[in-house]
């Protein structure tokens, strides 16, 4: 059974640091990994798809890294600013049902001014 | 916005009560999935469907059933609610049926409260 795991589960910083939210998955026979953001109340926002082929991606401040054979991603976040507290989920395609995601408790970051 | 709308945006049922949670896909994503995420968890999956059929499901009883619609449209039914059921039922649509390399577009959720 596929368990994903994030740490920290909270992180609270100054504006401007740069960050990096763990995500590790049991099972590394994954078909990609997806990191989402999640405001208070609210659906999931897509970041970031890390196909399994795939090494890293890049979004304007945001970069994921894909290490299957260990199973580890990271998000790593540059020049934190207020508008990025959220919490930050990341899922994994295992494949048994195609797209099915396996998501972790995710890492509830706050960034004060 | 990603295009999955959902309804209502919150609703409060009784124990025993049945309840529909309703999910509008953009147009062409013939797969929709549910998700359940209770406070402070992470989502989890209920089912999917692929063109009208259930093409998996996750660990939950038969009393959260689901149906999607030519339309794009889908429901999820829950039938005896129990005080557990309270969560944000989530769904989310992607453009295929070979979804493992497609993105996931999740709607803005459904919170039910069962009192």
């Known amino acids: 059974k596929q368990e994903v795991t994030q740490i920290p589960a909270a992180l609270s910083v100054p504006e401007g640091e740069n960050l990096v939210l763990n995500c590790s998955f049991t099972d590394s026979a994954i078909y990609n990994l997806q990191w989402f953001r999640q405001d208070p109340g609210k659906g999931l926002t897509s970041l970031l798809l890390?196909?399994?082929?795939?090494r890293e991606q890049t979004s304007g401040r945001l970069n994921a890294s894909l290490d299957k054979s260990s199973g580890r991603s990271t998000l790593y976040i540059a020049a934190s600013q207020p508008g990025d507290s959220a919490t930050y989920l990341c899922a994994v395609d295992r494949g048994s049902t195609l797209g099915r995601l396996y998501f972790g408790r995710g890492t509830q970051l706050t960034v004060w001014p | 916005e990603t295009g999955v709308t959902q309804s209502p945006t919150h609703l409060i049922k009784t124990r025993g009560q049945q309840v529909t949670l309703r999910c509008s896909s953009q147009?062409?994503?013939?797969?929709v999935s549910w998700y359940q995420q209770a406070l402070g968890q992470g989502p989890q999956f209920i089912f999917q469907y692929y063109r009208e059929e259930e093409n998996g499901r996750g660990n939950f009883p038969p009393r959260f059933s689901g149906l999607q619609f030519p339309n794009y449209s889908s429901e999820l039914n829950v039938n005896a609610l129990e005080l557990d059921d309270s969560a944000l039922y989530l769904c989310?649509?992607?453009?295929?049926?070979?979804?493992?390399?497609?993105?996931?577009?999740f709607g803005p959720g459904t919170r039910l409260t069962v009192l």
């Open positions: 147009s062409g994503h013939n797969t």
């Open positions: 989310a649509s992607s453009p295929s049926g070979s979804a493992r390399f497609d993105e996931q577009f």
């Open positions: 890390i196909q399994s082929s795939q």
